[in-house]
């Protein structure tokens, strides 16, 4: 098994500067509020304002404490590897299973699970265009790729798949490691 995480690694000065900067934004729109309330019907105006300040505070506190977890089942755990009740352990996939985590906070979630028969390419944002037959439905399916990874989406791979007939597409920041191990595993489900 091989995994990686994205995103949720900020410092303590981090941390710091952010609890200052949200600080500074309550005044910023206490005191907005407070020169909106003075003019007729500014109790109205105030609504937006403070549903805008909760939208920003929640923007900012899923960038700082959400992360992407990739795992890749790419080997069976050793002979004599056991679990907790003596038994041998097991992958829970298939091998080549590649599975996307979300974590907010402490608590995580499976966002997404990619079987090795259903793998198609990965790509990264210029190569699209070396697919071939198909192109137009493969361009439609990276542009509506579900993004799986924290800050810009520049730099990015994409993972194209097939589930039900339609293409389907993910993107995520893999290391060049990950992204070579999912073009072995490609090219060995596209050789059998």
């Keep these: 098994m091989y995994q990686e995480t994205n995103g949720g690694n900020a410092t303590k000065k981090q941390d710091l500067l ?55 089942f790419n080997m069976e755990p050793e002979e004599g590897d056991l679990d907790q009740y003596g038994n041998q352990r097991r992958n829970p996939y298939p091998l080549g299973t590649l599975v996307f985590e979300q974590f907010s906070g402490g608590k995580g979630r499976i966002v997404d699970t990619v079987a090795p028969g259903e793998m198609q390419a990965i790509v990264t944002d210029g190569c699209i265009g070396i697919l071939g037959d ?57 050789a059998a």
């Design 134 to 190: 198909g192109a137009e439905e493969l361009q439609s399916a990276v542009k509506k790729a579900a993004v799986l990874c924290t800050g810009k989406r520049s730099g990015t791979s994409t993972l194209i798949f097939k589930r039900d007939g339609k293409y389907q597409a993910i993107a995520f920041k893999p290391s060049n490691k990950l992204v070579k191990m999912l073009e072995e595993i490609i090219a060995a489900v596209n």
């Design 18 to 72: 952010l609890f200052f900067g949200l600080l500074a934004l309550v005044i910023l729109a206490r005191m907005l509020m407070n020169a909106v309330s003075s003019i007729p019907h500014g109790g109205i105006l105030q609504i937006p304002l403070f549903i805008g300040l909760i939208l920003v505070c929640l923007a900012i506190y899923k960038k700082r404490l959400c992360s992407y977890r990739y795992t890749l």
